[in-house]
Structures are given as structure tokens and as C-alpha cells.
């Protein structure tokens, strides 16, 4: 099953917000998470909330554009009632779960919601996930008509045996179909990669990532595997059925992936992140990164408005009868305090080539700077200019350096 959510203060069911959290918001982006449950098949690996429909007593896909719309009106109102400034969506981002398993009508409902709520800024990023076989030519095009920019694929691989492994459902040769019929609906693309699955090669690997290079998309996210307690996969490795992953091969795959990426000319912007420029980097990931305000709808979803983050009930029924009573879905939160929200800078903007400015770093961290220069693990120019910026080695070791930093 899902990870269990984090423990917090117990949430309000009027979803009101402290004052604290209004301040200088006319100032902050605003971004809209649409969190989509649903999955045609649990791989194997996954612990994301989701569900696949004999997991789903009681609860009706069809019913789910419904919940998520009373949400995001809910939402609205709450903003409005704390005081919030209004602003226009600056990002909005369908994930999941598959959200394309969904009708491309209702996804069009969901973002028409958020229109009409908040309204949706001029040039906003509006990406949906979606799985390679879970698609058509016509739902792309009938997704970027209701004002979809950005579709982001789960590649994953290009190896058959390593999506047999992770359990993906996807024929290796329709991502350049479907990549194609996104280009013709005038969608910008991603696509995504795991590395490090257990029995993949190096060899492999390098046959994934010029697939991927091949197809041409604006955007390439590699994660390494990381095997999740409660997984199947995780199972399978105690039960000794697969090998773990090996840490010195996962590093050599990530300095493939930028030797080759970079060759093609993709530019690192996070550590596990490249776009072919400044246009096509997930603008919605780097308010994450930068401590952006947004509000994440549907079962599971997490929110941070201010330096209150919140997390919502995590079973599609739970979650249906709390935003159709129009109660809060929220489960808990936590108000973050001034040395919790900086910390948490470092360990977020650390990760993307913008770099930390120094000056945010406590005393302790300051002394780290020279060591970590002397590792390698910092760019050394850029920390005498003022920014702290990893190295491709500190990519690799990015918690290593982040846990100095904090000390």
C-alpha cells in the first residue's frame, strides 16, 4: 500500500489558513497540483497513493472530476477567507496515478475549475502525466484544445526486461508514437527514466537514454530507483527474488545520463532534471523547489501556502465524503517555523543549478563551504561569487552535502 502520511497538528474543517501565511503572498507564484489516484496496474516499485480499480469499493472513477472541482472551489474560498491574495495559477499540473486514464473532457472540467476559481496566468505551464499506452492522438489533441500545454510521459525505459521488471504495461515503441502526436497537438514534451533497476546494465541504460534522445522532447527527468518499504519490490529484494540496487553502478548511470544528455545539448536545471533551455524546464517543479505557494487537490495531495503545509486524507472514499459534505479533506498539518523554512532552503534549492546563496547558510554551514570546495563537491567560483552550486559529483552526493551544509 501508499506510504503513511506524516504526522501533524490535527487541520480545521473550514480549511482557514493563519494570518502568517497571507504575508507576502502578492509576491509568490501560485501553482495548482491535481493529484488523480488512479492506475491501471500497481508496478511493482510505486508508493504513490494510488489504486487500481479492485481497490476501489464503493468509489467510481467517474465520479472523481466532481470531488476534485468541489475541492477546488473549496479552496478558493478558504484562500479568500484567510486573508490570501488572490492570484492567477501560474502552473498547473495533473499527476498521479495515471491522470489520463481519466477522459480528456474531465480533465478540461478540472482545469475549467481552476480557471474560473483563481483564473490561469498569461503563458501559464499546464502539464498533465500520462502513460504511454494511455493515450491517442485525439485525447492530446482534445487535451491541448482545453488549454493543456505540457505532457509528461513515463518512459521509463526502453528495454524490455527492465519494464518487465518495473512492471510497466507499455510497448517500448509507442513512446516515439505518442511523442509525435503530442508534437502535433502543439504540446511541449518530457519524458521520464528510472535507472538503477535491478538486472538493468549500464548497457542497458544507454540504450534508454538514446531512445529517449531520439524522440527529441523539450524535457528529461532520470530517477534513480528507490526501493520503498511496503513495495512489492521491496519484497521481491528481501525474499532475495532481485538484487537491490547497486549504489556504484546508480552513480555511473547518472554520469552517463549527463555525458550524453549534455552532449545532446540538455542542460541540468536539478539534479535529476535537463531541458533544452530556460522555455522548457517544469516550471511547476521549481516552485517546489523555491518555496512556492500551491494548493494540491484530490486524495493524498500535499499543500504549502506561506509556511503552512497540509496533507489530505488518502482513501478516494474518505476524500469524497469530506469535499462533498464541503469540509476540508485535509488529514493534518504544520505550521513551519523561521529556522524550519530555512533549512528546508537549503535542502531544495541546493538541488537546482540557481544555486543557494551563501548568506542563507547558518554559521556551521559557512565553514562547511571550503571543505566541500576542497571535495569537489561545490563549484568553486561560484561560491566565492556568493552561490553555492554542485558539482556533478555533488549531484551525486547532493544529501551528503546538504546534511553538511545544515549541521
Not at 83 to 104: E, I, S, Y
Not at 309 to 337: C, Q
Request: glycine fraction near 12%; charge should be negative.
Amino acid at each position: 500500500m501508499p506510504s503513511a502520511l506524516p504526522l501533524g497538528d490535527p487541520a480545521p474543517a473550514d480549511g482557514l489558513l493563519p494570518a502568517s501565511a497571507a504575508d507576502g503572498a502578492g509576491e509568490r507564484d501560485f501553482g495548482v497540483y491535481v493529484h488523480v489516484p488512479f492506475c491501471r496496474v500497481r508496478c511493482g516499485y510505486c508508493d504513490f497513493n494510488t489504486y487500481t480499480a479492485t481497490e476501489l469499493r464503493g468509489v467510481k472513477q467517474t465520479d472523481y472530476a466532481d470531488q476534485a472541482i468541489a475541492e477546488i472551489g473549496f479552496a478558493a474560498r478558504a484562500l479568500e477567507r484567510s486573508g490570501v491574495a488572490g492570484r492567477a495559477a501560474a502552473t498547473v499540473f495533473f499527476g498521479g496515478g495515471t491522470p489520463t486514464l481519466l477522459p480528456p473532457g474531465d480533465l478540461a472540467r478540472m482545469l475549467d475549475a481552476v480557471r474560473a476559481e483563481w483564473g490561469i496566468a498569461p503563458g501559464a505551464e499546464v502539464t498533465t502525466e500520462a502513460n504511454p499506452d494511455s493515450v491517442g492522438p485525439g485525447d492530446l489533441a482534445r487535451l491541448a484544445e482545453a488549454g493543456f500545454t505540457r505532457v509528461s510521459f513515463g518512459m521509463q525505459s526502453a528495454v524490455p526486461h527492465v519494464l518487465r521488471t518495473l512492471e510497466r504495461t507499455h510497448d517500448p515503441e509507442r513512446v516515439p508514437l505518442v511523442v509525435e502526436w503530442a508534437r502535433q497537438a502543439g504540446l511541449d514534451v518530457s519524458l521520464d527514466l528510472i535507472y538503477g533497476t535491478p538486472g538493468e546494465s549500464l548497457a542497458d541504460w544507454r540504450r534508454s537514454l538514446e531512445a529517449a534522445l531520439a524522440c527529441e522532447p523539450d524535457h528529461l527527468s532520470a530517477y534513480a530507483l528507490i526501493v520503498e518499504e511496503g513495495t512489492k519490490l521491496a519484497r521481491q529484494i528481501r525474499r532475495g527474488e532481485v538484487a537491490e540496487p547497486d549504489d556504484d553502478l546508480e552513480a555511473d548511470m547518472y554520469e552517463l545520463a549527463d555525458e550524453l544528455l549534455g552532449a545532446a545539448g540538455y542542460g541540468w536545471y536539478e539534479v535529476s532534471n535537463w531541458a533544452t533551455g530556460p522555455a522548457h524546464v517544469s516550471r511547476h517543479n521549481l516552485g517546489y523547489w523555491r518555496g512556492a505557494d500551491w494548493w494540491g487537490v484530490g486524495p493524498g495531495a500535499h499543500s504549502h501556502v506561506g509556511g503552512v503545509r497540509w496533507w489530505n486524507v488518502k482513501h478516494p472514499a474518505a476524500y469524497a465524503a469530506r469535499v462533498l459534505a464541503g469540509d476540508s479533506p485535509a488529514a493534518g498539518r504544520e505550521i513551519l517555523d523561521a529556522e524550519t523554512r530555512r533549512v528546508e532552503r537549503v535542502l531544495l534549492q541546493v538541488r537546482i543549478v540557481d544555486g543557494l546563496p551563501v548568506a542563507e547558510l547558518a554559521e556551521s554551514g559557512r565553514r562547511e563551504v571550503a571543505g566541500l570546495i576542497a571535495d569537489g563537491l561545490i563549484d568553486g567560483a561560484a561560491a566565492l561569487g556568493g552561490v553555492i552550486r554542485l558539482t556533478r559529483a555533488g549531484r551525486l552526493l547532493a544529501d551528503a552535502v546538504v546534511r553538511r551544509l545544515t549541521a
